[in-house]
Nanobody, 124 residues
Framework: QVQLVESGGGLVQAGGSLRLSCAAS????????MGWFRQAPGKEREFVAT????????TYADSVKGRFTIFKDNAKNTMYLQMNSLKPEDTAVYYC?????????????????WGQGTQVTVSS
């Protein structure tokens, strides 16, 4: 079993930056695909970014490409989402997630473990 604890959300002005952290426990951390998803009020949960177990392969939603960076430190069992040039439309609850193995997917249904979510609010 993998347990995820998320932190780093907050209130920022447009153009600002935040770094989200996801601390993980479990023996499969280094071999499992992980990702970030977000859900705005009244909207469906949407894909943001994924990263392979090794950290060598990443994917991004078009809406965040060039602004967000996903990375991880396997030695610290922690995954991060660096968010730069934030826009009001980035406002959402952000969730970290882990799959049970090296399965790449942009669908939240394919991830087995989830953090509690952290609120990111970007004001104009």
């Amino acid at each position: 079993q993998v347990q995820l604890v998320e932190s780093g959300g907050g209130l920022v002005q447009a153009g600002g930056s935040l770094r989200l952290s996801c601390a993980a426990s479990g023996r499969t951390f280094s071999s499992s695909t992980m990702g970030w998803f977000r859900q705005a009020p009244g909207k469906e949960r949407e894909f943001v970014a994924t990263i392979s177990g090794s950290g060598r392969t990443t994917t991004y939603a078009d809406s965040v490409k060039g602004r967000f960076t996903i990375f991880k430190d396997n030695a610290k069992n922690t995954m991060y989402l660096q968010m730069n040039s934030l826009k009001p439309e980035d406002t959402a609850v952000y969730y970290c997630a882990a799959a049970s193995g090296p399965l790449y997917s942009r669908s939240s249904n394919d991830y087995d473990y989830w953090g509690q979510g952290t609120q990111v609010t970007v004001s104009s």
